[in-house]
């Protein structure tokens, strides 16, 4: 169907986006299909990364999971520690390390410790940097039992991961992730 009430030129450049649209979909939907996800949030670098196929979740693995909703993954949406995307309750997936799984003993004071050793940028803060008081977990001194793992950010300290989350369960993940792209 042609609009006579439109001039040419804008015709032109309606078919330049409309296929262009397409074809970032197309590609878009390929490269998803493939297994690349593009992290957006701050707690591991920006960039994509790698699904990686393995049967079983181990120490120092990057995850990519869905934490429960309820109030507390409610009121982080509401205060931007988490974005908004697919994940029951409306926020996107969270990224984290894997620093504690079934048997670790998981001590959350200050900072935290695995097994006795202070894991890096793990400082239990307070408030975050708009005053608001963080949530704490119930995990303060624990040991993981099976079917649950404790994620941290090694690479940003204000990540919102297991120092307010608490422990999560494994078949919360989505994928386990590597990087492949960093920008």
Known sequence: MRLKHIPSSNLKILKVVSIT???FILIFTLVYQLGYRVNISESYPRGVYKTIKKTSIEHGDFVMFCPKDGPLMQNALKRGYVLKGI????????????????GDKVEVNKYVYINGIKQPKSKLHQYDPKGHPLPRTKDNNITVPKGY???LSDYHELSFDSRYLGLIEQNATISLMKPFYIF
């Open 21 to 23: 649209t397409l074809l």
């Open 149 to 151: 793992m404790f994620l």
């Open 87 to 102: 994940c029951e309750g409306g926020f996107y997936p969270l990224l984290k390390k894997v620093v504690a799984l079934e």
